[in-house]
């Protein structure tokens, strides 16, 4: 079975370099088959060409879109939509049977995908009030 992780964060940002693809090469290096998707800023790509050469040595495939901001609503919009059908195509060529999604707007995709396909959705999020709940009674 392959997992999708989908991140609005780029690979090549530094949520994707600190966070992200340290996870997503240990859990290739265990033997998870992993298909990341993500949106990537303009001008990376010297990072872009580092990543690919780690995730191909793993056997990890990536898939990139264009993360867009401009104009501003409609400039994430657009990359949210892109992000979205690349997501749906993903899935129905590989059989995908789990999503992984880091932050909200992937989220959504991860939501849409489990209740139109089936597939079983991991939301991994991190947020204040997230660490607030878990650890509210250290917070005396």
Not at 44 to 49: F, G, K, T, V, Y
Not at 76 to 88: K, M, P, S, V, Y
Request: charged share 25%.
């Amino acid at each position: 079975m392959t997992i999708l992780y989908i991140t609005q964060d780029g690979i090549t940002d530094h949520i994707g370099r600190s966070q992200v693809a340290p996870y997503v090469l240990g859990l290739a290096r265990l033997g998870f088959r992993i298909h990341v998707l993500s949106a990537e800023k303009p001008g990376r790509e010297a990072l872009i060409d580092v990543y690919q050469r780690q995730f191909d040595e793993v056997g990890v495939r990536w898939t990139r879109v264009h993360y867009r901001n401009r104009p501003q609503v409609f400039g994430q919009a657009w990359t949210q939509e892109i992000t979205r059908r690349t997501a749906w195509r993903i899935v129905m060529s590989e059989n995908i049977r789990l999503v992984h999604c880091r932050s909200f707007p992937p989220a959504l995709i991860g939501h849409q995908l489990k209740r139109k396909l089936g597939a079983r959705f991991v939301f991994d999020f991190r947020d204040f009030l997230c660490r607030y709940w878990i650890n509210k009674d250290s917070w005396n």
